[in-house]
């Protein structure tokens, strides 16, 4: 009886263990699902919004961050001119396994308003600086661009004249401005034009990425982790049976299909 209860505790140990693992597998796979679900609504955004007809700049300015993020994507036309003393170059952009960076401008409506533009990419030289200057002039231009959301990772520390990502508020605090938009912009095109542009960026590809096979596979190690449990259990009664009567058959022999060799080793045996 001691042994019993003994194993019974060793067991139900066993099972906190494995329903440990499970709920840990189970968040990992809701995670996934989440992240799936982000990338999702992130496609059918690019796909509702990359080539609508571009609105007024002035109908989403004021939008707060859950608003304009319906209209990622989205085409606007706006007027003013480019703040080109405070041009920024985001470094580690790299496109095909060239290295180079995106050229960022604040961009001044007529109404005063400031809004980040991404120019496009400019490659690097051998030492990794800009190959070229591409700096706009500072004329009034009419521009059509794409919204962004800003970055999620905030800039760390730059040489001057550089950044490390299009996080909104590290610009503000970096170039001294204040914009208020939830949103950057990514230049389509521009009026009047410049000699030399930076590349634009082409259209994401439409990819949702792993995180369904991830969330499926968590989902599986929870499972397995009962099944390695029940496996274990079950063969430790099979070895307490074998110890505890002699004539006990395991059931891995009594689950075997007999073959010849079997047939002819009790022929063998009976003659004996």
Not at 62 to 80: K, S
Not at 144 to 165: C, K, M, Q, W, Y
Request: glycine share 4%.
């Amino acid at each position: 009886m001691k042994l019993m209860a003994k194993a019974w505790l060793r067991w139900l140990s066993w099972f906190v263990l494995a329903s440990l693992f499970a709920a840990a597998c189970v968040a990992l796979a809701t995670w996934q699902f989440d992240r799936r679900d982000q990338a999702v609504s992130k496609i059918q955004r690019m796909v509702e919004n990359y080539d609508k007809t571009a609105i007024d700049f002035g109908s989403i300015s004021d939008l707060n961050l859950d608003q304009v993020t319906a209209y990622e994507w989205t085409p606007v036309q706006l007027q003013g001119k480019y703040l080109t003393e405070q041009e920024l170059m985001v470094r580690n952009r790299p496109i095909a396994g060239q290295p180079g960076f995106l050229q960022i401008i604040p961009f001044q409506l007529s109404t005063g308003e400031l809004v980040i533009v991404e120019r496009g990419w400019i490659p690097a030289d051998s030492d990794l600086a800009p190959a070229v200057s591409m700096t706009p002039g500072s004329e009034p231009k009419i521009l059509t661009a794409r919204v962004r959301l800003s970055e999620l990772t905030p800039n760390r520390d730059s040489p001057d004249g550089f950044a490390t990502s299009i996080h909104l508020e590290s610009l503000n605090e970096l170039l001294g401005t204040s914009v208020e938009q939830q949103f950057y912009l990514r230049l389509i095109s521009e009026s009047p034009g410049e000699p030399s542009s930076p590349q634009p960026l082409r259209k994401p590809t439409l990819d949702e990425g792993n995180h369904l096979s991830y969330a499926v596979q968590w989902i599986l190690f929870a499972l397995m982790g009962f099944f390695a449990l029940f496996w274990a259990i079950r063969q430790e009664r099979e070895y307490r049976r074998i110890e505890k009567y002699p004539n006990y058959v395991p059931r891995s022999v009594r689950n075997r299909k007999r073959t010849d060799a079997d047939v002819e080793d009790e022929l063998l045996d009976a003659k004996n």
